[in-house]
């Protein structure tokens, strides 16, 4: 028995923690990183595309522009903001980006939730 909850309390302690993709949505949310790089994080304008890249890549990004290494102007507006995020945070917020999925949750719409008629 003892053995049993032995193994099963890290498996619990495991499910119980945030996983780094859902700490990385809270972060780009409550660090207003939508207000520029949007809500789906696919940039628009001046503002990049964050969704989909390559992890170490966005790393790579956010600790240069931490270091105020960004020679652009546009590197202005973005190196305040990275000098608030932690080698922890930069790595929870470049994995929901890398891995995000957020879109997909919402594509399915069921056949009896249909509108009938022109939806105005
Ligand atoms: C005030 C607007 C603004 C906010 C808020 C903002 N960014 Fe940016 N971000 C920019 C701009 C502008 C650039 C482009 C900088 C450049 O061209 O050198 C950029 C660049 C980046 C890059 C590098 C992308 C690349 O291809 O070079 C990353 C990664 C990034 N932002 C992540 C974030 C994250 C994560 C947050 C929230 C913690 C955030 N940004 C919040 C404006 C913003």
Known sequence: MRKIILLIFPMIALMAAPSAYEQGKKLYFSKGCNGCHGVSATGSGQYPSLA??????????????????????????????????????????????????????????????MTVGDGS
């Open 52 to 113: 989909y890249r390559r992890k170490n890549v966005l790393v790579d990004k956010l600790k240069r522009l931490r270091n105020k290494q960004g020679n652009t102007q546009l590197a202005q507006l973005m190196i305040p903001i990275a000098m608030t995020l932690n080698d922890k945070q930069i790595d929870e917020v470049a994995t929901f980006l890398s891995e995000y999925h957020e879109n997909q949750k919402h594509t399915y719409v069921p056949d009896d939730s």
